[in-house]
C-alpha cells in the first residue's frame, strides 16, 4: 500500500512541475539521477512497506494442494441432484385442513338412506346394461367390417391391399363435442380477464 | 409366391451369362411381372359382380341428450352427497362472516374501530356479489335446445341436435328410385374410397365436408340381380360402405337429388329390409 501511495505522489509531483533541468536541481523529483535523491517522496523501507514475508518453496506446492481440496470439496458440494418439481396435486393444501371449513353432517333418516343405497344398485345394474349393449354393438359393427373386408379380398387383391393400408391424414383428428346448449350463430364471446398465478419451475 | 422367384432365378441366370464370356446379354422381361396383371384381369373379368362404394355421412351430436328418469334421480342423489361431504368453500365462508357481522352491527354493542381491517368485504358483501352473477347470467341467451320445426323438416342437418344423424339419397337402381345411402359405380384405376367421396361429391353437389374414417370399408351389401337379368358377367352388385364423419354442416349450393337426414330409428322407413339389416350393423347409436 504505502509503495502506491508513493509511486501516486510522485506521479503528481512530476506532472505538475515541468522542470528546467538547469536551474534547479535536487529539489524537483522529476529529474532522474541516481545522486539526488529525491526528497519529497516519503522515506519507505521494507517493515514500513509491510511487504508479505517470502515464502519458501515447500509452500507453493502447499498452498497448491489447499487450493486443490478446495476445489474439490466445492465441486462434490455442486454436484447436489437436481431438486425434484414437487406436484401440486399431491399436497394437500393447509386450507383444506381448517377446522372451521367442517360442514355439519346432516342426520339421515333410515327411509333416506334405505333409499340412497337401492338406487345406488339400480345405477349399477342400469350402466352394466348400458355397457353390455355398447360392447356387443361394437362386437357386431367388427364383425360387419370382416365381412366387408373377406368380400373385397374375394373381389380384388389389389383393392384388398389398398383398404388394409392405414390412412396418414387421418391424425390428429379433432371434433368438437356436444354442449348443452347448440351454437348461436355468429357470437362473438366477450373477452375475459384473468391472472393466471401457475407457478412455473426450472430444474 | 411364383412372381416373386421368377425375379430371383433371372437375377441367377444372368449371373452366370456374365460369368460365361462371349454370351449375349439379352434382356428379358421378367415374365413374373407380366402374369400378376394377366391374372386380375382374368380375375375381373371372371368376378361377376359390379363393384359399388356408399358413404355413410353422420352428422354426429351437437348437444347432450336429456337424462333418462334414474339418469336425473341419480344425478341429484349424488349432487346432495358430494355436498354433503364437502368442506366450506371460500365464498361460502365469507358469506357466513358477513351474515356474522350483520347480526353484530345490528346489536347494541358494536364498536366499528375492533372490527379487523376487512375493506373491501364491507364495500362488496358476498351477497351482492352473488346477485351481480346472477343478473349477468339472466342477461345471456342461449340458443334453444329443441326446436320443433326444425325437428320436422327431414330435410334439414339442424334437427334433432340430440341424436346422430345419417344421411339419405334417392338413386335410381335399375328400374327404380330407392333411397340409399349415396353410392357410386367403382371405375379403373381408383380405390373403392375415392369412389365413395365421389359419390358424395355427386349426390351434394361438394357442398359437405366429411372426415373419412380410414381406407376400409365398414360393411359391405350384396344383391344378386333377379334370374333373368342375370349373364355371365354380372350376377350382381357388391356395395361397400364408407364411414364418414360431417365436419362442417355448411349447406353451400343446392343438392342434385333429393337428400334425406334420418335417425337411425327411422331409417326403416326408407330403407329396404336386407339393406337395412346390413346397414343396421354399423350405425351405431351409442
Known sequence: ?203 | MVSRSFPQLLTCFNRTAVGSAGCRRFSITPPGRATPQSSTAVERVTSPWTLMAAVCLQRLPVITADCSPIEQRFKQMMQQMELEKSLLSDHELRLMEDAERMSRKQGNEYDSDEEEGHGDQEIMLAQDLEDTWEQRFKSFQPAPRVRADLDKDLTSVQRCLADSLVLLAEQQVGAEKLWLLPQAAWQEGETLRQTAERALCSVTAAGFKATFLGNAPCGVYKYKLPKAARTESSVGTKVFFFKAILADSAPGTAPNTALLWVKKSELQKYLKPAYMMKVDRFILSL
Not at chain 1, 58 to 78: A, H, I, Y
Open chain 1, 1 to 203: 500500500m504505502s509503495l502506491v501511495v508513493s509511486r501516486c505522489i510522485c506521479g503528481l509531483l512530476c506532472r505538475q512541475a515541468v522542470p528546467p533541468r538547469l536551474l534547479l536541481g535536487e529539489y524537483f523529483p522529476g529529474v532522474q539521477s541516481p545522486w539526488f535523491s529525491p526528497v519529497v517522496t516519503l522515506k519507505t523501507s521494507a517493515p514500513l512497506r509491510a511487504e508479505p514475508k517470502k515464502k519458501n518453496k515447500v509452500d507453493p506446492r502447499r498452498e497448491q494442494m489447499m487450493k486443490e481440496r478446495l476445489k474439490k470439496k466445492l465441486k462434490k458440494l455442486e454436484r447436489v441432484p437436481p431438486e425434484l418439481i414437487p406436484i401440486e396435486d399431491f399436497i394437500t393444501p393447509t386450507k383444506c385442513l381448517d377446522e372451521t371449513r367442517k360442514r355439519i353432517p346432516p342426520r339421515l333418516s333410515f327411509e333416506e338412506s334405505e333409499s340412497r343405497a337401492l338406487l345406488l344398485k339400480e345405477w349399477s345394474r342400469y350402466k352394466q346394461k348400458q355397457q353390455m349393449a355398447e360392447v356387443e354393438a361394437i362386437e357386431v359393427a367388427l364383425e360387419a367390417q370382416r365381412e366387408a373386408l373377406e368380400e373385397l379380398k374375394l373381389e380384388s387383391k389389389e383393392l384388398y391391399q389398398a383398404a388394409l393400408k392405414p390412412d396418414p391424414l387421418l391424425f390428429p383428428f379433432t371434433h368438437e363435442g356436444p354442449a348443452y346448449t347448440p351454437p348461436i350463430p355468429n357470437y362473438e364471446a366477450p373477452d375475459g380477464k384473468y391472472n393466471d398465478v401457475t407457478k412455473v419451475y426450472t430444474q
